[in-house]
C-alpha cells in the first residue's frame, strides 16, 4: 500500500471494479491505534491484522517514518465461515471454508 492513505484509494477502485472476496496487503504504515480506519473506510469488508509498529508506539513519540503492518481484508458475508489462525506483525494466517491465506511481509 505504501501507506494506508496512498493505497486507500487503489483498493477502492479494486473493490469497484472487481469486488474480490479478499484482499491481502502490506505496509500500511498504522500504528495499533489506528488500524480501524480499514473497517470504517472499507464497510463491506471486516479485518484482520496488525501493525508493526506497536513495539515502536509503545517505547514513547514515534521517530522516523512509519514501516510495515500486514492485514486482510475480507468480505463481510465470509465472516461466519473465517477463522483467524494467527497474526504477528509480519504474518497474518486466516483459513475461509476450506482454503488457508497467508499474507506474509519480509522486507529486504
Request: charged share 15%.
Amino acid at each position: 500500500m505504501h501507506g494506508f492513505h496512498q493505497g486507500q484509494s487503489t483498493v477502492s477502485d479494486l473493490i469497484t471494479e472487481h469486488n474480490p472476496d479478499l484482499f491481502l496487503l502490506q505496509e500500511h504504515w498504522l500504528t495499533p491505534a489506528n488500524l480501524y480506519l480499514f473497517d470504517t473506510h472499507f464497510a463491506n469488508y471486516f479485518s484482520i491484522g496488525s501493525s508493526a509498529m506497536s513495539k515502536c508506539v509503545g517505547q514513547g513519540i514515534l521517530r522516523g517514518r512509519p514501516f510495515g503492518g500486514t492485514i486482510i481484508l475480507i468480505k463481510n458475508d465470509l465472516r461466519q465461515v473465517t477463522h483467524t489462525v494467527h497474526c504477528d506483525e509480519r504474518y497474518v494466517i486466516v483459513k475461509v471454508t476450506n482454503y488457508l491465506f497467508v499474507n506474509v511481509y519480509m522486507p529486504c
